[in-house]
């Protein structure tokens, strides 16, 4: 997945700092986005993954205009936890991020049944 860094998308704007560059927050949902987009279309009708657990890296900062790319890598399969290892690299090649993902497999009506109301 490929994304060029906006104004939006940076640590003042989502509150996650005071200065002009890619913001964590923003970061981590562009490594979960590589994650769902890494399983749409491999899950049987009704199924989907809702996010478990995080560990995250952020090793360098991307300013406003930067493109960053993000690799989302299924390494394990246990029932239904699904583990991925993601990275981030910037246009220059450097390494922006990684981290490992896990998400669980639900059955989409189930699951928003249980929610309170």
Do not use: K, Y
Not at 48 to 59: D, K, M, N, P, W
Not at 67 to 75: D, F, N, P, S, Y
Not at 104 to 111: G, I, L, N, P, S
């Amino acid at each position: 997945m490929e994304v060029v860094v906006g104004r939006d998308d940076t640590a003042e704007q989502v509150g996650s700092g005071d200065l002009p560059v890619l913001g964590t927050p923003r970061l981590l949902a562009f490594m979960e986005g590589a994650t769902v987009q890494a399983v749409r279309g491999h899950l049987d009708e009704g199924r989907t993954s809702v996010g478990t657990r995080v560990e995250l890296e952020h090793l360098a900062a991307s300013p406003v205009g930067m493109r960053v790319t993000v690799v989302a890598e299924l390494v394990e399969v246990d029932g239904r936890r699904l583990a991925f290892e993601v990275n981030a690299t910037d246009g220059n090649g450097t390494v922006v991020a990684r981290g490992r993902i896990e998400r669980a497999v639900v059955d989409q009506e189930r699951f928003m049944a249980r929610l309170p109301r």
